[in-house]
């Protein structure tokens, strides 16, 4: 399997499937993800752009993909797919001096570092625990 970087896959990759919403192209992607086929969703790109997402893969995988889209998904699958985590479920990140969700990650390294563009308050996150050996 040859390795595309995310960027060409937009620029180079071919359509292997045209999904009437978003969230019916993140399941196309999750099912070639589980198949290790590397691919993109392309979105549209404005209030002009009449497209329907597309879900984008290397040349090399387009017959694969294509055969793997065709057949009905797996109810397990789907399942897991639809009680995954997602970032829309988490509660926005807020300031803790002023409530304001105007944030900036200023670094990340070794733990958060938070900047309001509100009030200018500064905050670090806990840093994550070494893993046991």
Not at 30 to 45: D, G
Request: aromatic share 6%; charged share 30%.
């Amino acid at each position: 399997m040859e390795f595309y970087p995310i960027g060409l896959l937009e620029l180079g990759g071919e359509s292997v499937v045209e999904c009437e919403t978003y969230e019916e192209a993140e399941l196309c992607s999750h099912v070639l993800h589980l198949a290790e086929i590397r691919n993109v969703i392309l979105r549209p790109s404005g209030k002009l752009d009449l497209r329907w997402p597309q879900v984008k893969v290397a040349p090399d995988d387009v017959l694969r993909a294509k055969e793997i889209l065709s057949k009905p998904v797996d109810e397990k699958i789907r399942h897991d797919f639809e009680e995954r985590p997602r970032l829309t479920d988490l509660p926005p990140l807020s300031c803790p001096h002023c409530a304001s969700t105007d944030i900036l990650l200023e670094s990340a390294d070794p733990a958060n570092l938070w900047e309001c563009e509100a009030c200018g308050a500064n905050w670090q996150d806990p840093e994550p625990e070494a893993p046991d050996e």
